[in-house]
């Protein structure tokens, strides 16, 4: 069986409903060889997740995900290998999350004047440590018996426009780009082909900037991806010469992904890795004839 690898998971420590060990056993149930911690906005998972796949025998890639902004549209990017402790790093993702955490407030006044009472502090509690996003609001509102699922509560209330809808802070994607590959990390386009936030999808005008600044792979195999949007996005990313990776974006019972059901071959992991100007981690062997 040819090594597999998943590069896009999320846990507790963002906006996932597992904790890291629970991916690590999900992907050694499966036969994955190794998959990545991509958590939005923050590391904190990796040393978790780490432990966990030294126990299982699995390669561990730690990574990030950045959501980043350019004419109202949503761009999610991947950075691999990134050095936790670089300071301009460090610095935009706390950031990113003191500015999520003043927007959580702003969201939640919102809902209270639109007979909405969701209590502040039990969005925090239901965050724990991870970035406050909309999902941890919904979470509330289900719980505060207002909606009765995630849905309901994204079309009735936060939705982008909706009646609680309140932007977020976000830098440009060249900005975001540069501080993954600054930080020394390998970087991948997140799902091009899917308007997570609206806005729509990524531009290939934006592709060609994002390839000149530096940008070393597209996350072509999504689940969210319909097989013609796959292949648009496969010729785009031959035509710079990026790598071309696969992944499920997994975020437990969040969304109706399931780890492992796209996948990175060890050549393309071996290449990515080869991108990351930061060798201090732990060299993964994703050798295909090493198995
Ligand atoms: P935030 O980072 O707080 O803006 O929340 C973004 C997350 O909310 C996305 O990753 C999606 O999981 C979810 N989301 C955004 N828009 C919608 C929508 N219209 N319906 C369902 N979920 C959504
Ligand atoms: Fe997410
Ligand atoms: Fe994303
Ligand atoms: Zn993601």
Redesign the pocket.
């Known amino acids: 069986m040819p090594k597999r690898y998943d590069l896009h998971t999320h846990t507790v420590h963002s906006?996932g409903t597992t904790q890291p060990e629970d991916n690590v056993s999900l992907a050694s149930e499966i036969g994955l060889a190794g998959l990545a911690l991509t958590d939005?906005d923050t590391v904190s998972g990796w040393t978790q997740m780490r432990d966990a796949c030294a126990r299982h025998g699995l390669a561990f890639i730690p990574g990030i995900e950045l959501?980043t902004e350019r004419d109202g549209r949503s761009v999610h990017l991947l950075g691999y290998w990134v050095d936790p402790t670089d300071t301009a790093l460090v610095v935009e993702c706390d950031r990113l999350r003191n500015e999520?955490s003043r927007r959580a407030d702003e969201i939640c006044e919102l809902l209270a004047s639109l007979g909405v009472g969701v209590e502040v502090a039990r969005v925090r509690e239901l965050a724990g440590d991870a970035p406050?996003?909309?999902?941890h609001i919904a979470s509330a509102m289900i719980e505060a018996g207002h909606v009765a699922d995630?849905?309901s509560a994204?079309?009735d209330y936060?939705?982008?426009g909706g009646p609680a809808y309140v932007p977020?802070y976000a830098i440009d994607p060249v900005r975001g780009l540069r501080l993954l590959a600054d930080a020394g990390g390998a970087t991948v386009l997140a799902h091009p082909g899917v308007s997570?936030?609206?806005g729509g999808p990524v531009t290939p005008a934006l592709l060609d900037e994002l390839a000149d600044a530096g940008l070393s792979g597209v996350e072509v195999d999504h689940p969210a991806h319909e097989p013609e949007v796959a292949a648009r996005w496969r010729a785009l990313a031959e035509s710079h010469g990026l790598l071309i990776t696969g992944a499920s974006d997994f975020?437990g019972d969040?969304?109706d992904l399931h780890l492992g059901e796209r996948t990175t071959t060890a050549a393309t992991l071996e290449q990515l890795q080869g991108l990351a100007s930061n060798k201090m981690h732990d060299k993964i062997s994703v050798s295909p004839t090493a198995s």
């Open positions: 906006d939005h959501s999520r406050i996003g909309r999902p995630v849905q994204f079309d936060l939705a982008d977020k997570e936030d609206g975020h969040r969304k």
